[in-house]
């Protein structure tokens, strides 16, 4: 006879499905205590819920760093040298200056007579560390917080420099451009390149704000002296004051010399270009102008 055999795979499921059985058709009672448990399911680790957590903040800029100090200065705008006299130079002011405790000045208007007050208007803002963050970030849009060489044109005689000088993160930058404005020849102003960016500040920078200003009232003044013989070449007559201090002497003063403001002010607020003074019968002509911060003989 032949005998027919199942498969192998056959074979080995037949024992499996015969256990199944059996332990379907078992007690279902608890096991005994001294029988093995089956903990396969209780080895299977729950699963993990990662605990909540907040991003850390990230802090605001902080801004640009500047000095802090009131006679420290974060930007001033001048205007040095060109074709005028001596005495003019020294008394130029900045057509804008910034200082570290946020006060920005500047020059007021000037009375159109001849002559003149012999002290200039001074103006002096209240910006806060907001003003002083935007004309920093101005500086910084047109490329000013670098070091930057600037063309020289070579088409214009007598002109001044335009100087600005920017103090912020750790670092100085002094940018020097000769002619400013008058680049393309006289009367007219298109410049180009870096000069364009420096020019563009300039203009923007000091028009950007609108703080009501006080004239500032400054502690002390600096004084040049210039000796007059000649005083036949004036078309006004020149008034002639005598010298009130004794224990400065306008000799001495051919170069600089600071007073106070408490010593001097008063002859000062009254003295027009045309005032001169007399001491020890020497005549002399005086240049003079607030001291502001950062600025010394």
Known sequence: ???????????????????????????????????????????????????????????????YEHPTGADEVVVSITHEGGFVPVETIFSQLPSLLVTGDARQFTLGPQIAIYPGPLLPNVQVAAIGEDGVQDLLALADEYGLLEDREYEVPTNIADASDTVVTITADGATYVHRAYALGLGAGPGVTDESGDRADLQAFVEAATMMDETPTDTFASDAYLVRSF??????????EPTIVAWPLADVDLAAASDCVEIAAADIGDVFATANQLTFFEQDGVVYRLAVKPQLPGDAC
């Open 1 to 63: 006879m032949r005998h027919i055999h199942p498969p192998r795979s056959l074979a080995l499921l037949v024992p499996v499905a015969l256990a199944m059985t059996l332990a379907a058709c078992g007690d279902d009672s608890e096991p005994a205590a001294d029988e093995p448990v089956d903990t396969v399911a209780d080895a299977v680790p729950p699963t993990t819920v990662p605990p909540t957590t907040v991003p850390p903040t990230t802090a605001a800029p902080a801004g």
């Open 227 to 236: 000796p007059t013989d000649d005083l036949s070449g004036y078309d006004i």
